[in-house]
C-alpha cells in the first residue's frame, strides 16, 4: 500500500490495530486492517456485532487513536497527531451522527445544530440545515418532544450543517424502526448526490450495503472490499 | 460560546433546587467571614479612632506619691515621647436616693481644655470653667444610668470626707471602654463611674499638692516593641515613690478585653467560614460528578464535534463560578447584616463614642474571591474524571457499578437477620464511598455547630456558677484604701443584719522565677475560710495549706513553676521586701490569676500582723437593717469599694451570659442549614440515579412511604454516625474557640453538660427528619413511570 493517499482518497488507513485493555485480558479489535475510501463516495461499512465497525469509524472521525497503524485523511496521518490538533481535525473536517441521535436534551432542535455551526469555519445557516432534513416546522422543539426519526435527523443536520469533508454515521438507523430508518437512508443519499459528501455508514444490517457505492466486509479476520455496479435506492431497502 | 451558555442556562434551572442548597451554604460561610470580620473591623476602627482622639496612653505608671518635679528628669528619658501626671483616687459615691455605696475612680485633669494623654470627649455640657473649683465631669454611663445632667450636684467620700461636687458635664475617655468596677468582671455602669475633677481641687481635697500618684505617658516609635528596658529603668527610678504597678496598654484592663474579643472574633472567622467551605465544597464535589455523569454522553459528543477541552471546562466551571457568586453575593448582604446586630450587641459592653456598622469593599471583596475558589474546586473535582476521557469513552455508557458482597457480609449470622430493605441500606452506604463520607462530615459539621452553641452557653454559665456558687460566699465585699488592723474586722461585725465576717489580706506583688515574672496579688484568707473557697479540678475544694502558696494552674504555668517550687513574692506596697515562697498547690481559676495564701502566714512573711485589705460579710439584712448597714458603710473613711454578690452575679449573668446567647443561638440555624443542604442534595441526587429502582419498587406495589423510608434509613445511619463524631468535634471546636477569649482577667472554662450533648443528637435527629420530608416529597413527585422507560 502507498505511504501517502492519492488524490481520489478520502480516507486511507495502513495496517490498524486497535486492542483494548479489559483489567487483565488485552482485546484485539482490529487486527492490520488496510482500506480506502474515495472521495465523494457513500461506503457503507458492514459487519456483525463485535467486529470493530464502531471502533474503526472512531479512528477515522479522530475520537479514538489505533494502537498502531496509519489513518491518513488529506495527506495528515491521524495516529501521529496530537489531541489538539485531532480536535481541529474532528471540528473542521468531520461530522458525526450517533446511533442514539446525542442531542442535547436542554437545547432545541435549532440550538442542537448551533452547537455545531458556532465552531464551525464554514456552516450552513441552522435553519437552513434543518430545511434540509424536512424538519423546517420543528426549530424550536426539545428533543422530548420529538420521534426518534425527526431526532435523527436533526443529528444530521447538526453533522452537515458543518458541510464537512466527510460524515460518519455510526447505525444511524440502529434506534429506528423500518419505515423511519429508510427516510433516514433516503436523506443520507439525498446529501451525498446533491453535496458530493463523504458519507461513511457502519451497519449490522447487511441489506444497507445496497444502496453505497463501496461496501467494506469488516469480519474478525479482517476487511474485504466490492464496488456496487447498481445501487439500489434508499427508499427500497429493507431489513 | 453563546450556544453554550443558553445550555448552561437551563442546565442551571434543572438542578436549581440543589444549586440552592448549596448556595446556601456557601453564602453562611461568607456571611460569617463578612459579618465576624466585619464587627472586629467595626471594633478595631472604632478603637483606632477613639484612642487617637483621646490620646490614648502606652503605659499607666500607678504610685504612692510622688513631686510632680520629678517628671522633669522623666520627661528627657529616651523612650518616652511624652507623659503626664495626674492624682487618680478610688472614692465612694454618695447619691441621693441611692442608699448603696457606690463606686467610682476620680482623676484630675488639667483646669483648662488642652490635647492631654488620656483626654476625654465632652457628651454633654462643658469643659471646667473658672467659677468653681469643685466641678467635676461625670462619665457619660454613669450618668445616664444615674439620670445625673450638668447642674446636679453629687457626693463624693474621698479621705473620709463628704464632698459636694457640681456636674458641669459628661465625658468619655478611651482609657474606660470596657469599664469595670474593681474586682468585677463586667460594666456595671450604675454602679461605677469616673469623675473628672481639676487639677487644683484634686490637691487641695486629697492632699497632693505638688505631688501626683498616676503617670500616664506615650512612647517613642523606635521602643514600643519592646519597651520592658524602658519600664525597668522607671521602675528603678520611681522606686523610691513607692511604684505599685507599670501597666503596659497591652494589659491594662479595658483595652485587655477588648483585644481578647478581637482575637476571639478573628479565631472564630476563620473557623466558621472553613467548615462551611468545606461542606459547600463537598456537596458541589457530589452535584458536578452526578451532572458530569449524567451528561457524559453530551460531554463526549461535544468533544467529538470538535469542542476543546478547555470550552468543555469553561462550561462547566461556570456551575462552579455561580454557586460562588451566588453564595458571596447573599452572604455579603448576611453578613453585613449580621455585622449589623453583632455591633449593635457590643455597643452593650463596650463604651465608644461611635460603633457604627460599615461596608467593607475589601473584605467584600474577598469573601467573593473565596467563594469563586472553593466553588471552582468543587466543581473541578466533581467534573475532572469525566473531563479527562476521549471522546469515544465518554459516549460509552459507564460500565456498571462494582455489584460485589460488602464486607458486612461476611458476618453472615448478622446479615441474614438484617431484611432485604436494610441490605439494600447497607450496600448503597457502603458501595458509594465518597458520597457517603461527604454526608458523614456534613452532619458532622452541622452536630459540632450546633454543640459549641450549647456548650457556649454551659461555659458562661460554669464560670458564672464557679464563681458565684463554688468560690465567693459572701454576701458583701468591702474593700479598704489602706491596710487597716482587726479593729476593722470588729467594726464589720457590728454592722446590722451581718452574722460573720472574714478579713482578706491582698498583697499586690511581682512574682518572679528566673525569667518569668508576673504582677499579680496574693489574698490571704483566714484558716478554713468560708466566704472565699478556693477550688480545684471539677470544682473540688482545695483548703489553703497553712504555708506556701495556692496558685492559679495558669500563673504557674505562666511562671514555668511546677508543685513544690520556690517563687520570689516582691510586694508593691508596705515594706516592699522580696521573700521566696514556696508553691504548695494548684488551683483552677477563671476570673482572674488568683493566689492564695494562709491569711496569718502571709501577715508573718510581709512582716505584718492582722492586717485587713478586704472583708467578706454574710448576712441576710432586713431592708430596714440594709439602710442602716449602707448608711454606715458609706460613712468608712476607708471605704474603697462595696460589691453586693447577687448584684454583681445578676450583672454577669444578664450583660454576658443572656446577651452572648443572642449571638450564639443563631449558630443553630448555620448547623439546621448544613443539615438541609447536605441531606436534601445527596438524597436528590440519589433519587434521581436510582429512579428505575424506584420505579420497579412502585411496579411491585410498595408505596411511596415504604420507598422513602429507605432513603430515610440511609439518611439516618450516615448523617447519625456523622452526628455522634460531630459531638467530639464540636467540643474541641469549642476548646479552641475558648482558648482565644482567655487571658489574665478571665479564662473560659469548656464546659458541655449531659443535656447540651442530648439536646444536639436530638436537635441533628429532627434536622434529619426535617430534611427527610423534602426527601419523601421528591419521591412522591418522581415520575417512575417514565424512569421505566429510560434507555440504559
Keep these: ?239 | 460560546m453563546n450556544i453554550l451558555n443558553t445550555k448552561l442556562r437551563r442546565d442551571l434551572w434543572q438542578t436549581k433546587g440543589m444549586l440552592a442548597a448549596v448556595i446556601l451554604i456557601v453564602a453562611l460561610g461568607v456571611s460569617c467571614l463578612v459579618g465576624m470580620m466585619g464587627t472586629s473591623q467595626n471594633l478595631q476602627l472604632a478603637r483606632n479612632l477613639y484612642y487617637g482622639q483621646c490620646r490614648m496612653a502606652d503605659f499607666w505608671v500607678d504610685l504612692k506619691k510622688m513631686p510632680i518635679v520629678e517628671l522633669d528628669d522623666l520627661d528627657n528619658l529616651p523612650g518616652i515621647s511624652e507623659i503626664r501626671n495626674r492624682i487618680a483616687f478610688q472614692v465612694i459615691v454618695d447619691l441621693e436616693g441611692v442608699e448603696e455605696p457606690l463606686s467610682g475612680t476620680l482623676l484630675t485633669l488639667p483646669a483648662q481644655p488642652a490635647p492631654t494623654i488620656n483626654g476625654i470627649l465632652m457628651r454633654s455640657g462643658a469643659y471646667f470653667t473658672s467659677r468653681r473649683q469643685d466641678e467635676v465631669i461625670v462619665s457619660e454611663a454613669f450618668a445616664q444610668a444615674r439620670g445625673i445632667t450638668e447642674g446636679d450636684t453629687i457626693h463624693i467620700i474621698m479621705n473620709g470626707q463628704r464632698k459636694p461636687l457640681f456636674v458641669v458635664g459628661t465625658a468619655m475617655s478611651s482609657e474606660y471602654v470596657y469599664m469595670m468596677p474593681p474586682g468585677a468582671i463586667t460594666p456595671e455602669p450604675s454602679r461605677y463611674g469616673v469623675f473628672y475633677v481639676k487639677r487644683g481641687f484634686g490637691e487641695d481635697t486629697l492632699g497632693f499638692h505638688g505631688a501626683c500618684n498616676s503617670l500616664v505617658g506615650i512612647l517613642s516609635e523606635n521602643i514600643r516593641e519592646n519597651p520592658q528596658p524602658l519600664f525597668d529603668e522607671l521602675q528603678r527610678r520611681l522606686a523610691p515613690y513607692g511604684v505599685f504597678a507599670i501597666t503596659p496598654l497591652r494589659l491594662q484592663a479595658s483595652n485587655l478585653n477588648l483585644a481578647g474579643e478581637l482575637a476571639g472574633l478573628a479565631t472564630i472567622s476563620f473557623f466558621m467560614p472553613t467548615i462551611f467551605m468545606l461542606v459547600a465544597v463537598l456537596v458541589l464535589n457530589v452535584l458536578m460528578s452526578r451532572l458530569a455523569q449524567q451528561q457524559r454522553t453530551v460531554v463526549g459528543t461535544l468533544k467529538a464535534l470538535g469542542y476543546r477541552n478547555k470550552d468543555i471546562f469553561f462550561h462547566f466551571i461556570q456551575f462552579g463560578i455561580f454557586v460562588g457568586a451566588g453564595g458571596a453575593l447573599l452572604g455579603c448582604f448576611l453578613g453585613y447584616w449580621i455585622a449589623d446586630g453583632m455591633t449593635l450587641q457590643y455597643r452593650a459592653f463596650f463604651d465608644f463614642p461611635k460603633l457604627d456598622n460599615r461596608f467593607y469593599p475589601e473584605l467584600n471583596l474577598t469573601a467573593l474571591i473565596i467563594a469563586l475558589i472553593f466553588g471552582m474546586i468543587g466543581t473541578i473535582k466533581g467534573i475532572q474524571t469525566v473531563l479527562a476521557l476521549n471522546p469515544s469513552e465518554a459516549m460509552r455508557p459507564p460500565a456498571p457499578p462494582g455489584g460485589g458482597a460488602v464486607f458486612l457480609e461476611a458476618w453472615t449470622g448478622l446479615w441474614r437477620k438484617l431484611g432485604f430493605q436494610q441490605q439494600i441500606v447497607l450496600r448503597n452506604l457502603i458501595r458509594n464511598k465518597g458520597r457517603t463520607l461527604t454526608a458523614v462530615f456534613s452532619a458532622a459539621m452541622g452536630a459540632a455547630l450546633v454543640l459549641v452553641t450549647f456548650g457556649t452557653m454551659d461555659s458562661l454559665q460554669y464560670m458564672v456558677n464557679f464563681r458565684f456558687e463554688l468560690v465567693n460566699h459572701a454576701d458583701y465585699t468591702l474593700t479598704l484604701r489602706n491596710d487597716r488592723g482587726a479593729g476593722a474586722l470588729h467594726e464589720a461585725l457590728r454592722l446590722p443584719g451581718i452574722i460573720a465576717a472574714e478579713p482578706v489580706l491582698n498583697v499586690p506583688c511581682h512574682f518572679q522565677n528566673g525569667a518569668h515574672a508576673k504582677r499579680g496579688v496574693i489574698q490571704g484568707l483566714v484558716h478554713n475560710a468560708r466566704m472565699t473557697t478556693p477550688r480545684g479540678e471539677s470544682g473540688r475544694l482545695v483548703r489553703v495549706p497553712e504555708s506556701g502558696l495556692l496558685m492559679a494552674k495558669r500563673l504557674g504555668k505562666e511562671l514555668g513553676l511546677s508543685l513544690g517550687d520556690t517563687v520570689r513574692v516582691a510586694p508593691t506596697q508596705g515594706l516592699q521586701q522580696p521573700v521566696n515562697i514556696p508553691v504548695t498547690g494548684f488551683i483552677d481559676s477563671l476570673f482572674g490569676l488568683c493566689v492564695y495564701a494562709d491569711y496569718d502566714y502571709l501577715n508573718r512573711r510581709i512582716s505584718e500582723a492582722g492586717a485587713v485589705s478586704m472583708m467578706q460579710l454574710s448576712g441576710r439584712p432586713t431592708s430596714a437593717q440594709a439602710q442602716t448597714l449602707l448608711r454606715r458603710i458609706k460613712s468608712w473613711p476607708d471605704l474603697a469599694d462595696y460589691a453586693k454578690t447577687s448584684f454583681q452575679k445578676q450583672a454577669l449573668q444578664q450583660t454576658f451570659v443572656n446577651k452572648m446567647g443572642q449571638m450564639v443561638y443563631p449558630l443553630i440555624l448555620f448547623g439546621a442549614v448544613i443539615f438541609f443542604g447536605a441531606i436534601l442534595n445527596g438524597s436528590l441526587i440519589s433519587i434521581m440515579e436510582r429512579a428505575r429502582e424506584i420505579a420497579t419498587f412502585r411496579v411491585l406495589g410498595y408505596q411511596p412511604t415504604e420507598i422513602g423510608a429507605m432513603f430515610l434509613r440511609e439518611n439516618m445511619i450516615q448523617y447519625g454516625i456523622g452526628s455522634l463524631l460531630g459531638l467530639p468535634l464540636g467540643w474541641w471546636l469549642l476548646y479552641g474557640i475558648n482558648s482565644q477569649y482567655t487571658n489574665d482577667m478571665y479564662s473560659v472554662a469548656t464546659v458541655v453538660q449531659p443535656m447540651s450533648w442530648i439536646k444536639t443528637v436530638v436537635l441533628s435527629a429532627g434536622f434529619i427528619l426535617g430534611a427527610h420530608l423534602f426527601v419523601h416529597r421528591a419521591i412522591n413527585r418522581l415520575k417512575w413511570q417514565d424512569a421505566l422507560s429510560m434507555k440504559e
Excluded at chain 1, 486492517?33 to 472512531?58: C, H, M, R, W, Y
Excluded at chain 1, 474532528?90 to 441521535?101: A, D, M, S
Excluded at chain 1, 435553519?127 to 426519526?149: C, I, R
Excluded at chain 1, 456496487?228 to 435506492?233: A, E, G, H, I, S
Design chain 1, 1 to 239: 500500500m502507498p505511504q501517502k493517499p492519492n488524490g481520489d482518497s478520502a480516507v486511507q488507513c495502513v495496517q490498524i490495530h486497535k486492542n483494548y485493555q479489559m483489567g487483565e485480558v488485552e482485546v484485539k479489535v482490529l487486527r492490520g486492517l488496510d482500506l480506502e475510501i474515495k472521495k465523494g463516495q457513500l461506503t457503507v461499512i458492514v459487519g456483525a456485532s463485535g467486529a470493530g465497525k464502531t471502533t474503526l469509524l472512531n479512528i477515522i472521525g479522530g475520537i479514538d487513536r489505533p494502537t498502531s497503524g496509519e489513518v491518513w485523511v488529506d495527506g495528515e496521518n491521524l495516529a501521529a497527531m496530537t489531541d489538539r490538533r485531532l480536535t481541529e481535525y474532528r471540528r473542521r473536517k468531520i461530522g458525526f451522527v450517533f446511533q442514539f441521535y446525542n442531542l442535547v436534551p436542554t437545547l432545541t432542535s435549532i440550538e442542537n445544530v448551533q452547537v455545531s455551526t458556532q465552531i464551525a469555519d464554514h456552516a450552513l445557516d441552522p435553519a437552513e440545515a434543518l430545511k434540509m432534513v424536512g424538519l423546517a416546522d420543528q426549530m424550536n422543539h426539545f428533543p422530548a418532544q420529538m420521534s426518534g426519526g425527526q431526532q435523527q435527523r436533526v443529528s444530521i443536520a447538526r453533522a452537515l450543517a458543518k458541510q464537512p469533508a466527510i460524515m460518519l454515521c455510526d447505525e444511524p438507523t440502529g434506534a429506528l424502526d423500518a419505515h423511519t430508518g429508510q427516510r433516514v437512508l433516503g436523506l443520507l443519499s439525498r446529501l451525498n448526490e446533491k453535496m458530493g459528501a463523504t458519507i461513511i455508514i457502519i451497519t449490522h444490517a447487511a441489506p444497507l450495503a445496497d444502496m453505497a457505492h463501496r461496501v467494506l466486509h469488516l469480519t474478525m479476520d479482517g476487511i474485504t472490499a466490492h464496488d456496487n455496479t447498481v445501487r439500489k435506492p434508499a427508499e427500497e431497502i429493507t431489513w
